[in-house]
């Protein structure tokens, strides 16, 4: 249960980092694909960070 808690934060830091490296290029984009993808992908990363907290919150109330 420790391992799976530490598992899940570990991905959690991973895909905020992953977000605010893809914010960083989006702002410095060159052209409009470049940006949108860029913001796309830090979406993405912050929906999948958001549903590993919420499943980390759910072990935490399962034990």
Known sequence: MIQVR???G???????DAAQTHIHY???????FQRSFHERRAAEAL???H???QELQQLSHDS
Request: hydrophobic share 30%; with cysteine.
């Open 6 to 8: 530490t598992e899940l």
């Open 10 to 16: 570990s991905l959690i830091r991973a895909c905020e």
């Open 26 to 32: 989006a702002r410095h984009a060159h052209t409009e």
């Open 47 to 49: 929906q999948r960070a």
């Open 51 to 53: 549903r590993y907290r």
